[in-house]
């Protein structure tokens, strides 16, 4: 390796190493923000795979494709892989490319560390999914894989699965504090924190939360690895342990967690509405904060996903007040992007169109969560197909939404090519009524009564479980279009000017597009 | 592309991809050994593949780190990069913090909620309907299920070994400070007698702390088997154990980096990132004195 | 409506669906029959309209916004960007909503948990994949199955009104009376729910959790397990029979009555014929779910009885097996499940059947008294 550092000195302003060591390599952040977007979308379109898989059996009642064994499977890798595969990573993607480039930054600050982040992602997953052959087949017990069906009920192949945790937490990790010290040292001159575009701050948030609960889930697991193979007692009340511990301590990972799949969504969503507004961001100052008092609040409210589990009275009001307290500054960032719009120039090209929907869907999710939030009627509710309703909006039209408003909004900086507009609207407008058609019904059939992570059902639920999976075909099938169009753009179009939206602001659009390999070698001074 | 003045960027580097492939493959050959084990199938192969994972690993950290020091030694790290680097590091800290955070939480709720209910206290004491005869007691010398889960008979005294150990590992707390500030003064001689003698202390930590395993197992039946105080008490004091193997680890190499001359007054993270650790380590144990042990 | 769904059935070729399916359009949820139900479902509908509201006027500005502010028509980009008293007021106004809401809650909430001074205390275990009612008072409690066919799953025949909301001994309790119920689970958490009470608990192995209700009308309550517990959750619905307090008396009496001849059953003389035949009924409701009705297994976590060493050779491993279960396993200890003659009929069965051939049979007696020698 010493080769390199001699070199180094000769050869500034060069572009990427050709072949394939360029990708095993790279230490560019630009790169490995492609490689991460790439992996998150083929995670995407596996777990989206394993969801057709769901919504196929549950077209009908009775079992028809798959035997329930493989359909607890399915559900498992299917929550496992969008969480941890699809949609962190894609963030994560988006964070690479352009965080650097929002404040002026050379690169990460600690690149190296960075593209070991992103390969322990293929890692893991490889190790995940090859559970899927192992005997006893894959995890069956959820994404929550609680305790004891996962431990002392569970399948040969939960050892592999909670190794491959360990390996995704690192790599988050990992990627966390490279986040954290980027923008803590890398800013340009003149950037302070108060200046910095909402996608940053969201992000700063983001790592920290990932920072602080990722060890957890890593703690969690690991608990759960010495009671299946060393005779630990913490999950098993034989031994004086308790099988709500794990829910405890998994919750206080899983919901910051859900925070870590919306912020950023928050902060690309905070710089498409003020550039398709033409109009400033209303409220900047309010955004940061409520920003940080989602982050705060979310560390308190973990026990509202075990309502029914029997805690005492006292913790389950308190864990519903600080729920609901959390549509406080949410509700202040929905007010501000509505306010955003106000009295605007709004124009409607892909990026924005996406965002309106984000705000407008995720704003619906946000009030089923609410709803989930009152405990008494989260008895109604739990384990129901209104919870997976909840999450599915803010998940799909939430996360989701956000990253395809992000990709369309920074593809041509990316590429330095326009995508199809003609194709993008079609994607969003197919999507958009798929997405609906699949998940809204299921509003109704939790309320109705249909528990989740079942696969057959009584009849009365029958007729909105087939308009469901025919909008989740719907859906599924339309994305195939967006890489359709990515492709596409990579591959060629017209060509995009260095500021391709009129309203855009921020150190990015000073780049030329495509933006070069090395950017800000010598920061930007900003006023 | 970055420059020496500004901020440096290294080039294409092979480590990361050789250090995903380690550590997958280490951690896949330990997952098989514990699968294979369990089913009474044969673990040689999962033990081939762990080995070679951990050589992997292993060329791989004397590269990494190799690289590393010799990017610093040649002068590219500016003081911006050093910040990255203190950042990188307290950040990392934090999340050890947060991983031990889960296994005092889990100390703390065995203790306060679920052994008192099933002994019959509190919110949901109808439990111990299921569990006759059972008395909440902490240390918890019974068991609910005392067949399954054989109790303790007697738990470690925390005023001798642990007692032990807590000046130990404070006075190494103190020594590598001391070190530290002999490393300002560049008194090269004093950085050495008093980094190695924090080498020792901690060394003698792990050996009083397997003598009290063994005492553990050998006469008290205090096992990871043995309930949840076991359970708690080992993989609190199990997973700190390894954290001070790695301190030290990290300290002998800063001690074979000062052998070798590196360092200077002004730039020496390497090292301060290895006291930050100890540090945290210490803090730690203090935490585990106090409520594994005497509480 | 529900004919388009059928087109729309029938063109996807759904064509397995029977066509008198019960399906129905319900949108919401029902209010139930007990106070708590009744009051949660006031709850549910107070926020559900708050959130109407507040929609209305947040998405109402907003589409006001995408008609009149477009770039198309002419709007030209005003700047405000901050503006401190609507800042603070739409900070404050949903924090005044949300603090209104949580007063009844926590007044429903407070009630939901008072379970003191029960008429009658029921505890409650979840097995996989079965529910067990004990009454405690009474000193008699049994198994709740699933009778839903497997041809039925299997899409063979059509399926009934109550597919998948059935079982074979529902649980029985009078009206107007506070019921408790102590819930609890032998193996994995389970969830028990009966969405017209308003009751969802979980039922988590090694712990009790307390909930009660009292049912205002009499009638058939169906519901399901709520909280996944491995194979087969989708297939462990949970009924209850809610009777006038005679009936429920005469009810309590048979029960009582049943269990004492359960009892004698134990010094009945046997033949094999007889135990093979009650064997088969008792194998197919308890052990089917994993060892499955062809004796094959599901391995590697379900082990085949057909062949399997243990079911064919040494006796007393097999009792063993059987009675105590193998800790750490799927295998429950059946001894505190089944009676005795059931024991003794599903083990001789197992000994014979799929081409087990080996003509041994072990009475109830001796099963009792493999029990108590231990
Ligand atoms: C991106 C992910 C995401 C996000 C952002 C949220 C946001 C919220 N979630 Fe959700 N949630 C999940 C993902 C997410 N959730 C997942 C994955 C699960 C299921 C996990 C599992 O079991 O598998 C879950 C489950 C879940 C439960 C448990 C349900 C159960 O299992 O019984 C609850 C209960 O309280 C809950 C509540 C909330 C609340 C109150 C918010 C709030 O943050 C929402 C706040 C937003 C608004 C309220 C809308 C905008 C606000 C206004 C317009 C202001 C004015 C409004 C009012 C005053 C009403 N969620
Ligand atoms: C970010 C997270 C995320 C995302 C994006 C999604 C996306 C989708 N989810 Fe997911 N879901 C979860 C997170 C997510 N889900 C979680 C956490 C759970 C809980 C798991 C648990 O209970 O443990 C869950 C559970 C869950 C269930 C409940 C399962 C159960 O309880 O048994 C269902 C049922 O319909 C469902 C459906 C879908 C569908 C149809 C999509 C669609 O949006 C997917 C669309 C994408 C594609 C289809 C891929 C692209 C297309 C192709 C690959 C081409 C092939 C296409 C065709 C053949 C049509 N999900
Ligand atoms: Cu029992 Cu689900
Ligand atoms: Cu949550």
Redesign the interface.
């Known amino acids: ?2 080769a ?2 001699d ?3 000769q050869d ?3 572009g990427p ?1 050709k072949g394939f ?2 990708w ?4 560019n952040h630009k790169d490995i923000g492609s490689m991460y977007l790439i992996f998150s979308f083929a995670m995407f379109l596996l777990g989206g795979t394993m969801a057709m898989v769901i919504r196929a059996e549950l ?6 494709i798959v035997e ?2 493989f359909f ?1 499977q399915m559900t498992t890798m299917h929550g496992l892989i969008m969480v941890f595969g699809a949609v962190m990573p894609a963030f994560v993607g988006l964070a690479n490319w352009m965080i650097p480039m929002m404040i002026g ?3 990460m ?5 960075n ?2 982040s992103f ?2 992602l293929p ?2 997953f ?2 995940l999914i090859s559970t899927l052959f192992m ?2 087949g894959a995890p ?3 994404w929550t894989f ?1 305790a ?2 996962s431990t ?2 569970g ?3 939960t ?2 699965f ?2 491959a945790v ?2 995704m937490g ?1 790599s988050s ?1 990992m990627g ?3 986040v ?3 923008i ?3 800013r340009a001159p003149g950037m302070t924190l108060m200046k910095m575009p909402l996608f940053v701050w969201t992000w700063l948030i983001t790592a920290f939360l990932l ?6 889930l ?3 697991v ?2 759960m ?2 009671d ?7 999950f ?10 794990f829910q ?2 998994f919750w ?1 990972f899983g919901h910051p967690e859900v925070y870590i799949m919306i912020l950023p969504a928050f902060g690309a969503v905070s710089e498409i509405i003020p550039a398709f ?10 955004m940061v904060y409520a920003v940080g008092a989602i982050a705060l609040l979310s560390f308190v409210v973990w026990a509202h996903h075990m309502f ?6 006292a913790g ?2 308190f864990f ?2 600080a729920t ?2 959390i ?2 500054p949410t ?2 960032k ?2 501000n992007w ?11 090209e892909a990026p924005m169109l996406f965002a ?1 929907a984000f ?2 869907l995720f ?2 999710g946000g ?1 089923s969560g ?2 989930l939030a ?4 989260d ?2 509710y ?3 197909y209104f919870v997976v309703a909840h999450f599915h909006y803010v998940l799909v039209p939430g996360a989701i939404f956000g990253i395809f408003a992000s990709a369309y909004y920074w593809l041509p900086k990316w590429t330095g090519h326009m995508y199809d507009e003609t194709l993008a609207q079609t994607h969003f407008w197919l999507s958009f009524v798929g997405m609906n058609l699949a998940f809204f019904p299921m509003h ?1 059939l939790g ?3 249909m ?14 479980n ?2 469901s999976s ?1 909008g989740a075909f719907m859906f599924g099938a339309t994305q195939l279009l967006f890489l359709f169009i990515v492709v596409k753009c990579v591959r060629g179009g017209e060509k995009a000017a260095a500021k391709p939206w009129e ?1 855009a602001e921020g150190l990015e659009w000073t780049l030329p597009s495509p933006a070069p390999y ?1 950017t800000f ?3 930007p001074e900003i006023k | ?4 003045q ?2 440096y ?9 050789i ?3 380690g ?2 493959t280490t ?2 050959g ?2 098989s050994i ?2 294979n084990g ?2 009474g199938e044969s673990t040689s192969g999962a033990w081939i593949t762990f080995g070679i994972g951990s050589l992997i690993m292993a060329y791989m950290l004397f ?2 780190f ?2 590393v020091i ?2 610093s030694r ?1 002068g ?1 790290y500016s003081p ?1 990069m050093d ?3 203190r ?2 590091m307290s ?2 800290i ?10 005092f ?2 100390l703390f ?2 203790r306060v ?3 008192p ?2 002994g019959g206290e ?3 004491g109808s ?1 111990n309907m ?2 006759e005869g059972f008395q909440a007691t902490w240390p ?1 010398l019974n ?3 005392p067949e ?2 054989p109790a303790p008979e007697k738990i470690i005294d925390p005023w001798h070994l642990p007692l032990i150990n807590t000046i130990l590992l404070v006075s190494s707390s103190f020594t590598v400070t001391v070190a530290h500030h002999a490393l300002k003064h560049e008194n090269r001689a004093k950085v050495k007698i008093w980094l190695a003698a924090t080498i020792a202390l901690a060394l003698i930590f792990v050996a009083v702390q397997a003598y009290e395993y063994f005492e553990a197992y050998a006469h008290l039946n205090l ?10 008490f ?2 609190l004091t199990g997973f700190h154990g390894a954290h001070v193997i790695l301190g030290t680890l990290m300290l002998t190499i800063m001690l074979i980096r000062i052998m070798k001359g590196h360092f200077t007054p002004e730039q020496h993270f390497g090292f301060e990132a290895a006291s930050w650790y100890w540090h945290f380590v210490d803090v730690v144990w203090l935490g585990l004195f106090v409520f594994v042990y005497v509480l | 409506m ?1 004919v388009h ?1 059928k087109r ?2 029938a063109l ?1 070729g ?1 064509s ?3 066509s008198q ?10 209010p139930g029959v007990t106070g ?2 009744n ?2 479902y006031g ?2 509908m107070t ?2 309209w708050i ?1 109407v509201a ?2 209305i006027v ?2 109402g ?2 589409f ?3 008609f009149a ?4 028509k002419g ?9 401190t008293v ?2 603070i007021l ?2 404050i106004i ?2 005044v909503i ?1 603090v209104l ?2 007063i009844p ?2 007044a ?3 009630d ?2 008072d379970s003191e001074e029960s008429d009658i205390d029921i505890k409650v275990t979840g097995y996989q994949w079965k529910w067990k009612y004990d009454y405690i008072n009474e000193e008699f409690g049994y198994f709740s199955n699933t009778t839903t066919p497997q041809d ?4 063979r025949v059509e ?1 009934n ?5 059935e079982v074979d001994n529902p649980m029985v309790v009078p009206v107007d009376k506070k019921i408790r119920f102590l819930v609890t689970a032998n ?3 389970h ?1 028990w ?1 009966v ?1 017209a009470f ?5 039922a ?4 009790i ?2 909930t009660w209700t009292r049912i205002d009308e009499p009638g058939i309550y169906r ?13 462990m619905p949970v009924v209850v029979k809610a009777v006038p307090q005679d009936e429920y008396d005469a009810w309590v009496a048979e029960q009582v009555a049943s269990a004492e001849r359960e009892r004698e059953l134990t010094s009945k003389d046997w033949t094999l014929a007889e135990l093979m035949e009650r064997g088969e009924g008792v194998y197919n409701t308890n052990c089917a779910a994993c060892h499955q009705a062809n004796g094959e297994g ?1 391995p ?2 379900f082990p085949a009885l057909k062949g399997s060493r243990i079911a064919i050779e040494d006796m007393n491993a097999h009792l063993d097996v059987v009675v105590n279960g193998v800790s ?3 295998m429950q200890a059946f001894g505190e499940q089944l009676s005795e003659a059931d024991l003794a009929a599903v083990i001789t069965y197992e000994r014979n059947a799929w081409g087990n051939d080996t003509g041994e049979m072990v009475t109830p007696k001796e099963v009792f008294d493999y029990k108590n020698k231990e």
Not at chain 1, 24 to 27: D, F, R, V
Not at chain 1, 236 to 245: H, Q
Not at chain 2, 1 to 4: E, I, P, S, V
């Open positions: 390796m010493s390199v550092i070199t180094h000195a500034h302003h060069h190493a060591t360029r095993l390599y790279t230490t077209f009908q009642p009775g079992l028809q329930p064994e607890n930054a050379p690169d600050a600690l690149p190296r560390m593209n070991w390969w322990l890692a893991a490889l190790i005997p006893g069956n017990f959820g609680y004891p069906l002392t009920y399948p040969p192949s050892t592999f909670i190794f360990h390996i690192v990790i966390a504090i490279n954290i010290a980027t803590l040292n890398l920072i602080a609960v990722m060890p957890v890593a703690g969690v690991t608990m690895l010495m299946i193979n060393f005779g630990t007692s913490f098993n009340a034989a031994g004086g342990g308790d099988p709500v511990l405890h301590v206080f507004s033409r109009k400033p961001l209303f409220g900047y100052a309010s029914t589990v029997g805690i005492p009275l389950e009001l519903m007040y609901m307290l549509a406080v509700g202040v929905v007010f509505v306010a955003t719009m106000f009295r605007g120039a709004l124009s409607f309106v705000v407008i704003t619906i009030f609410l709803m009152v405990a008494p009627a008895f109604q739990h384990d129901t109704f309320l109705a009564g528990p989740r992570r079942i696969p057959d059902y009584a009849l009365q639920f029958a007729d909105f087939m308009v025919i309203g090395h070698a010598t920061p | 592309m970055a420059t020496n500004t901020y960027v290294p080039e294409q580097s092979k480590w990361p991809i250090a995903t492939v550590l997958a951690l896949y330990v997952a514990m699968v369990s089913q590269g990494w190799g690289t010799s990017e040649s590219l911006q910040r990255s680097f950042w990188g950040w990392f934090f999340s050890e913090v947060m991983f031990f955070a889960a296994f939480g889990a709720y065995a909620f679920a052994v209910w099933l509190g919110d949901r439990s299921l569990w918890l068991n609910p299920d399954a889960f096992t990871l088997r043995s309930g949840i105080y076991g359970s708690t080992f993989m | 529900r769904a729309a059935g996807l759904a397995l669906v029977s399916a019960m399906a129905d359009w319900t949108l919401n949820m029902a708590t139900s009051e949660i709850l549910h926020i559900l959130c507040i929609g947040v998405f500005v907003m006001w916004s995408i502010h477009r770039k198309s709007s030209k980009p005003a700047h405000f960007h901050e503006n609507v800042e739409w900070t949903p924090f949300l809401m949580c809650a926590t429903t909430l407070m939901m948990y039925e799953i299997y899409n399926k009104e109550h597919y998948l909301r193996d994995v958490i969830s729910w969405p308003g009751v969802k608990k979980d988590i192995p090694g712990f959790n307390e519901g399901q397990c709520t909280e996944l517990c491995g194979r087969l959750h989708g297939f599901m590697p976590t750490g396993s799927p």
